[in-house]
């Protein structure tokens, strides 16, 4: 068996069809995995499930508001009913820009269904299947959870959330064998990116795009490859030393940036 193979192994990956969570999905699939792809939207679920297939992966889609916990847990045991759940990868998250003044109540409850709740809804789900065999628990924090951004109020409090659940289910179920860690990206460049740019920068598209590079101090945005490259680390046999850990990937971000 080849290093970092996940050859016999059932991931489940929620928001999967896009961005970060669609690279993971690939990366795991290449390795030998069978994805489950958990979206809101099918038809871009099953999408990415094709491209999975037509590379001669093995893969899953299922339509799932991971903010609903009923379908949640409906969909988590249909999976376990056919296989055992080795990995789940929390990617699913949605983003707000503005200070707490620009936040309204709404954007807050919005934030939480997803980003927090969501999380919370998939790894109650998963842990009951995972305590006979054990598991592993990957789930998508931010460099906003352990440094100030501007005018990220809302997203920082949800992602900061998702850090400190990490550590909590590591601590609990580390004797029943489910390892539990997060990984931290700044700036990663994904089609959300370029639809923000577009959106709010119409004609300035390359400018604002060098200068949010450059807020890396490596110089440039991330690529989701090389995300799931640490995420296939981490979900792999290879990392079954590490748990209630977080990896940031920010191009020196968070320590470089004083």
């Known amino acids: 068996m080849s290093d970092f193979s996940l050859e016999g192994k059932t991931a489940v990956i929620t928001g999967g069809a896009s961005g970060i969570g669609k690279a993971i ?18 038809v871009a679920a099953q999408d990415a499930v094709d491209e999975i297939i037509n590379g001669g992966g093995r893969a899953s889609a299922y339509q799932c508001n991971v903010a609903n916990q009923d379908e949640v847990l409906s969909v988590i045991n249909s999976i376990a009913d056919r296989d055992a759940i080795n990995i789940l990868v929390n990617n699913a998250g949605i983003a707000h820009i503005g200070n707490i003044e620009a936040t309204t109540n709404d954007d807050l409850d919005r934030l939480y269904q997803v980003n927090i709740k969501g999380v919370y809804n998939c790894m109650y789900a ?3 299947h995972m305590k006979t065999n054990g598991g592993v ?7 906003a959870s352990s440094v100030g951004i501007s005018d990220r109020f809302a997203y920082s409090m949800t992602k900061g959330a998702v850090l400190t659940m990490t550590y909590s289910v590591a601590k609990d179920y580390i004797n029943s064998a489910i390892r539990c860690n997060s990984i931290s990206p700044a700036r990663i460049h994904t089609p959300f990116v370029d639809g923000f740019i577009a959106n709010n920068y119409p004609g300035q598209e390359q400018e604002m ?10 110089g440039r945005m991330g690529k989701p490859e090389e995300v799931a490259s640490l995420a296939l680390y981490l979900c792999s046999n290879e990392a079954s030393f590490i748990t209630g850990t977080d990896f940031p990937i920010d191009g020196g971000f968070i320590k470089l940036n004083g």
């Open 25 to 42: 999905a690939q990366k795991f699939a290449e390795k030998g995995a069978h994805v489950c792809i958990l979206e809101i939207n099918k």
């Open 126 to 128: 998963c842990i009951s």
């Open 209 to 218: 795009f060098e200068k949010l590079s450059k807020t890396q101090p490596i």
């Open 137 to 143: 628990i990957l789930n998508m924090a931010s460099i």
